[in-house]
């Protein structure tokens, strides 16, 4: 799935979220839908990882860090030559055991922050599987 997509979605979940939970103070109702947006879309830099893990070398991401329009434009064309099948797999696996060390560190200090973050990236996950035709 493509950043702007993870960013609308984050944003419909970050927002359903903060009216979900116990955030009292709007400023901080406003932070997490910020935290939550931008979570949506940069969870997906693991996906250099993995490509690092299959490539060899770190030339997908010095590639995006060196021309950021194409990193946003181009995506279906970031990780050439890399199995996309064999990406897609490890890419999930990745992004629960990110967000499981995430959320599980965030349960122990801030409880609330750790449901977000989990709701948050409960919607990128099964997003990425919609699009990734692996259920349907």
Do not use: N
Not at 35 to 44: K, Q, T
Not at 127 to 132: E, G, N, P, S
């Amino acid at each position: 799935m493509k950043s702007p997509e993870h960013a609308t979605l984050g944003a419909i979940a970050s927002l359903l979220l903060v009216f979900a939970l116990p955030v009292s103070v709007p400023l901080e109702a406003a932070v997490l839908f910020g935290y939550g947006v931008l979570l949506s879309v940069f969870v997906d830099l693991d996906h250099f990882v993995v490509a690092r893990y299959h490539a060899g070398d770190w030339s997908h991401l010095r590639r995006c860090v060196t021309d950021p329009v194409f990193a946003f434009t181009e995506q279906e064309q970031v990780f050439d030559g890399v199995d996309t099948r064999t990406l897609e797999v490890h890419r999930l696996l990745s992004h629960s055991l990110v967000g499981g060390a995430l959320v599980g560190v965030l349960a122990l200090f801030a409880p609330v922050y750790a449901l977000f973050t989990a709701g948050v990236l409960y919607v990128h996950v099964v997003a990425d599987l919609l699009r990734d035709g692996e259920i349907a």
